[in-house]
């Protein structure tokens, strides 16, 4: 949505086929492409490369756009922010793992399970500074919730060295899920982004309309395939509408 300044006769961000962007008082225009459908084989490996990084990047400006003295002059902020996290695609493709290139781990966060209900979907986590102190409350935490797809979830950013995200799964139509966490530490006049915390993914698994989650340790990994979870023939059984794996 773009908002107008009537008495400098100029405005900010999307505005039907355009964008407006303002720098030192001035400000530019530009028209927004017509068709964002690939026209060719090259275009479209380079749209898809970027959809899993895109899908994060848009979600992460909406809140923490203002820490990472960026310039959207060029392009909309979440593909400013794609540009500058571009090392995170490895091979053609993104992972929320990738993100470890881009994102320092230094003072890493820890990641808690609060509450997960298995009747409702709903659940709860946070992400703590364990060496926070009274210099750090004023720095930024964001903590949030990712498909396989690379679809947030949920997300949440709040001050302070400790916040708690809750939600519900509406519906699952996912894979598996995993929490992130990063901050924006007060550094001078800008930012620091720092303590990246990534948990294990955690997979979902579905069985006769019946909901279950994976929390166990595995002796030997599972067999994974384009992102969907198989097990050894004659591994699992349900009995008393309990979900056993394994021997």
């Not at 030192?24 to 060719?40: C, D, L, R, Y």
């Not at 949440?156 to 708690?164: A, D, L, M, P, S």
Request: hydrophobic share 35%; with cysteine; charged share 20%.
């Amino acid at each position: 949505m773009g908002k107008i300044n009537i008495l400098k006769a100029g405005y900010n961000g999307k505005l039907g086929q355009t964008y407006g962007t303002e720098e030192k008082g001035f400000f530019s225009v530009k028209a927004v492409p017509f068709s964002h459908t690939p026209h060719n084989s090259k275009q479209t490996q380079a749209k898809n490369e970027f959809i899993g990084l895109n899908r994060i990047a848009s979600k992460v400006v909406k809140k923490m756009w203002q820490y990472f003295q960026l310039s959207d002059k060029n392009c909309y902020k979440n593909n400013a922010l794609c540009k500058h996290w571009k090392k995170a695609l490895k091979g053609g493709k993104f992972s929320l793992d990738n993100l470890k290139e881009v994102i320092s781990e230094d003072e890493k966060l820890k990641i808690d399970t609060v509450l997960f209900d298995y009747s409702n979907y709903k659940f709860s986590y946070s992400a703590k500074d364990e060496n926070g102190n009274e210099a750090t409350q004023k720095q930024i935490i964001y903590l949030a919730i990712v498909t396989n797809e690379q679809i947030t979830k949920a997300d949440i950013t709040g001050q302070g060295n400790n916040v708690i995200l809750s939600s519900i799964f509406n519906y699952i139509d996912f894979a598996y899920f995993q929490v992130w966490a990063f901050k924006a530490v007060p550094a001078g006049k800008k930012y620091a982004i720092k303590g990246l915390s990534i948990t294990n993914p955690v997979f979902i698994i579905i069985v006769n309309g019946v909901f279950y989650i994976s929390r166990w340790k595995w002796t030997s990994q599972p067999y994974i395939k384009n992102e969907i979870l198989y097990f050894q023939k004659d591994d699992c059984k349900i009995q008393n509408n309990t979900l056993f794996i394994g021997k």
